[in-house]
């Protein structure tokens, strides 16, 4: 008996009412794109090792997918090492390739290698998938889509005050009240770091910090006590664990708590900046908010990072997330190239949209019109009628076997498709068409053009 398939933890099928509603949220992000001036670029699925390891820290590292050598991939493996058993020795040796972890470090790969072709300052989005080794749950996915815009060569912060815009002519654009664009910069973070003495252990204090609404203010305070920042500098941090009010006011907070950190201060003027474009130009849907634990635990980030919660009313993760970097191109020898760059988690917002019931209805409706089989002299006779209405940007199409005509009317409603067309003997003589709506239980005999308007 043969095995039932089955499909890798992680990953998942989808349907046609799935990718219909799908391909609503890739086009209402790409038209936005569009709208602020980003152009469309596509990278390889999978990377040279070198280009993605090492880049993420050391969690990212572990969870990115490594492709085995094509052909005999232990040949590169002596006897000793194969032995000793140690994956990360024998990984290098047996696995030359990785599927892309993110977006972001490909473009960034991306930029150096095509610097010469490039006009700067560069905007550019990209929609394709990644691959991550995590254990999968809700909203969390082993293979999933990133919708990202970057800007690389240039440092100016209107670029930021841009892309929180962006975040919310989006969340506009899908009718999704109620998201939050938390905002923070790793020059604060760097900051605090100095002040309670932890400079040497920055990746360490902020990736704890990031953990903090997963995990609470005591697991986080352990582990940095298990990463060796000392008992004095935590007890420094717990202004910080309490800090709350109106974004100004923990501004205020933080130029007092930061008062002898000039990387901190900057930081701080850094958010000032964007808040007051933000206040001057207004968001629609979203609301800026302050998050001085936001640390997003990924090496590369330098200035502002941004992270972006779903309405309160629906459990999940961050929807979207990205931030400030000033030389992530340097890790492929192209230095003081500064980029900025924002992510929206697809899968997730589709989750929100499922829960919240706000997919418009018509994403669902593919053909409209289906023409009933009564034999090949009708079916010749349906198909010069379905030329006329696609060419009029109407989905039809011809039932293709001449069944039963109940099975294909069931066919019709099971498919929720709303018009029906029966030709037959005395619409061929007539030349008209028997339009049947299906939701109405109406129809009338129409010539092909007043078919197409009634359709339309």
Request: glycine share 8%.
């Amino acid at each position: 008996m043969a095995q039932k398939p089955s499909i890798p933890k992680g990953t998942r099928d989808f349907n046609p009412e799935q990718v219909a509603k799908r391909q609503y949220i890739f086009k209402t992000i790409q038209h936005v794109f569009e709208t602020y001036g980003f152009q469309p670029i596509e990278t390889p699925s999978f990377e040279n090792s070198e280009t993605l390891m090492g880049k993420y820290g050391d969690e990212g590292d572990r969870l990115i997918f490594k492709i085995l050598n094509s052909g005999d991939y232990l040949n590169k493996v002596n006897d000793e090492l194969y032995t000793e058993k140690n994956s990360t020795k024998i990984t290098s040796k047996i696995s030359e390739k990785a599927l892309r972890y993110d977006l972001t470090v490909p473009f960034a790969r991306y930029v150096v290698q095509h610097q010469n072709e490039i006009e700067f300052p560069f905007k550019r989005y990209q929609m394709q998938p990644v691959w991550r080794a995590d254990r999968p749950q809700k909203g969390r996915f082993r293979e999933f889509n990133q919708c990202d815009a970057d800007v690389v060569g240039s440092k100016s912060l209107w670029q930021e005050v841009e892309f929180v815009q962006l975040y919310d002519a989006v969340f506009t654009a899908l009718n999704l009240e109620g998201v939050t664009i938390k905002i923070n910069n790793r020059k604060i973070l760097a900051g605090i770091a100095e002040v309670i003495g932890a400079q040497d252990k920055l990746i360490d204090f902020t990736v704890a910090l990031d953990k903090l609404d997963k995990i609470g203010e005591d697991k986080v305070k352990e582990e940095m006590l298990g990463k060796g920042i000392p008992q004095s500098g935590i007890d420094k941090l717990q202004p910080l664990f309490t800090l709350s009010g109106t974004f100004e006011a923990q501004i205020h907070s933080l130029k007092t708590i930061l008062s002898t950190s000039e990387e901190g201060l900057k930081g701080v003027e850094e958010l000032e900046f964007i808040n007051t474009g933000i206040e001057t130009l207004e968001l629609k849907t979203a609301a800026l908010q302050l998050d001085v634990t936001l640390a997003r635990g990924l090496n590369y980030y330098t200035g502002a990072i941004f992270e972006v919660a779903a309405p309160k009313t629906v459990q999940m993760g961050s929807i979207g997330g990205g931030g400030r970097y000033d030389d992530l191109t340097g890790i492929f020898g192209l230095n003081d190239v500064s980029g900025v760059g924002i992510s929206f988690g697809l899968d997730r917002i589709y989750l929100v949209l499922e829960e919240l019931q706000l997919f418009p209805e018509a994403v669902n409706k593919n053909v409209k019109v289906l023409f009933i089989n009564f034999g090949d002299t009708e079916a010749l006779y349906s198909l010069k009628a379905i030329q006329k209405l696609r060419a009029a940007g109407i989905n039809a199409e011809l039932y293709p076997d001449a069944a039963k005509m109940k099975k294909q009317m069931n066919h019709a409603n099971k498919r929720a498709i709303p018009f029906v067309v029966l030709v037959g003997e005395e619409e061929m003589k007539s030349e008209v068409y028997t339009l049947k709506n299906m939701v109405k239980g109406e129809q009338d005999k129409l010539d092909l053009d007043a078919l197409i308007t009634a359709v339309k």
